[in-house]
């Protein structure tokens, strides 16, 4: 049985455009409703600094305080968790060099890692940002499933950073044509390793998706997507990690002198793509309308919050960005109830109060205007 996880206070303090900002929740859904640029999204990035990462606006901290701010952001929230009852403070201190650094407490007490937050909650998000995924750069849809792996597995965003350090350090080597071979044999054996871990990790993400969308074909009112990863050992898939590890070392090894020639690594996770198909159409996702490529989406969004909800016990905390401006009436109350059937909180944005009235007294209407707040 899942359970659920939901915030139950929230305060901002000199976050974006809010001053000071606090609200009481009642454990329902929570429907933001303002007008553009009054702190919906805002509010919404604020939740989802609570999750490691840099939240749904990939923010640097230099640009999150509000013009004006003394100093740095502070976000608090009282969270019913994954283990219980818990406070959480995160936000920004200027650190010796005059930069701000990120700082996170957890019931008081300074966390190790922003990792942490994970035992907690798990918070997911879709916004207007993501809607061309499927047209947009590769890149995108590679931070869209490493997001997805990272919701159930934290060791990947790491993994992922550890990566791109040797990386950078193996470009640099070779664009000082420093060819020694005892230092890029020992930074090209983390690279294999971590490179297929990351691949390994993405790969068993798509795997679990598929067979949950499956099995919702018969029942869901959105598009089923099938997914597929390229662009990075394609034809070697499904050998066991350690052939993969010794083939790819083999290749950072013999293209040393074309990714000195390119400037950059040229083969590696960091190149892989994100295929996504319309299954009933049988087509690929970027040819679908724009209707469809939104409906497509938000089914994708669904499904893996089930899964995160399937694999960990708890549902997790979504975060709906303006996601009824382009569904119809009937679609719309099939995405409530959707969001509604996975037994946890949601919040949810848009201009017109009108389109969530199929929500009835399942959620909590708070008006937002020029970053203040009422219920």
């Known amino acids: 049985m899942t359970e659920k996880t939901q915030i139950t206070r929230l305060k901002l303090t000199d976050f974006r455009n809010y001053d000071q900002a606090g609200l009481s929740l009642s454990g329902r859904h929570v429907v933001l409703v303002g007008e553009n640029g009054a702190g919906k999204t805002n509010f919404m990035e604020a939740i989802s600094l609570l999750s490691p990462g840099r939240g749904l606006r990939r923010a640097v901290l230099s640009d999150v305080p509000r013009i004006g701010a003394p100093g740095g952001f502070a976000i608090f929230a009282a969270v019913d968790g994954m283990a219980g009852d818990v406070e959480i403070g995160t936000g920004t201190e200027t650190a010796d060099d005059g930069n701000p650094v990120r700082r996170l407490r957890i019931n008081g007490t300074t966390a190790r890692s922003v990792d942490e937050l994970t035992d907690h909650l798990r918070v997911l998000w879709l916004t207007p940002a993501m809607d061309g995924l499927f047209t947009g750069a590769s890149a995108d849809r590679r931070r869209f499933l490493d997001r997805l792996v990272l919701s159930l597995d934290p060791a990947h965003g790491r993994r992922a950073n550890d990566f791109e350090r040797a990386m950078r350090s193996r470009n640099k080597l070779l664009s000082e044509g420093r060819f020694d071979p005892t230092w890029l044999s020992g930074i090209e054996q983390q690279m294999a390793s971590l490179g297929i871990a990351m691949a390994a990790a993405r790969r068993e993400m798509i795997g679990l998706l598929a067979g949950l969308i499956e099995s919702d074909r018969q029942t869901s009112a959105f598009p089923s997507a099938s997914l597929a990863l390229t662009g990075f050992l394609d034809d070697h898939a499904d050998a066991p990690a350690f052939e993969l590890e010794e083939l790819y070392l083999s290749q950072l090894s013999q293209t040393r002198y074309r990714d000195a020639a390119a400037g950059r690594t040229l083969d590696g996770p960091h190149r892989a793509d994100l295929v996504v198909r319309h ?23 669904l499904a893996h919050a089930r899964l995160v909800a399937t694999m960990t016990g708890f549902a997790p905390i979504l975060l709906l960005d303006e996601i009824a401006a382009h569904l119809d009436e009937n679609r719309r109350a099939a995405l409530f109830d959707r969001i509604d059937a996975l037994g946890g909180q949601a919040f949810m944005t848009g201009t017109d109060r009108g389109m969530f009235e199929a929500l009835g007294d399942r959620a909590q209407i708070v008006l937002v205007e020029d970053g203040h707040l009422a219920t």
Do not use: F, N, P, Y
């Open 279 to 301: 299954l009933e159409k049988d087509m690929e996702a970027g040819r679908c309308s724009t209707g469809e490529q939104k409906a497509l989406l938000i089914g994708l969004v």
